[in-house]
């Protein structure tokens, strides 16, 4: 084999190791968004609240249908 292919098996390696950590940083990262945004909303009233599970349950619901549309 040459210099270069093993470059490219170097670069796979490395990429296929950092990928599950920056999954785990950008997960992390939205849970933390989620919980200050959720302590946001229950501070401000039920109404808000409320309002904001319903939008959310659409946008969830919405997800899901379009996700069995193009999966079919």
Known sequence: MDESR?????E???LGLIGPFWQVVIGA????????SVGRLAR??????TTAL???AAAIAG???I???LEG
Not at 29 to 36: D, I, P, Q, Y
Not at 44 to 49: D, H, K, N, V
């Open 6 to 10: 093993h470059g490219v098996f170097a």
């Open 12 to 14: 796979e390696a490395l």
């Open 29 to 36: 990262v939205v849970l933390v968004v989620l919980v200050l």
């Open 44 to 49: 401000r009233g039920r109404s808000r609240m």
């Open 54 to 56: 319903l939008v959310t």
């Open 63 to 65: 997800f899901a249908v």
């Open 67 to 69: 996700g069995v549309l």
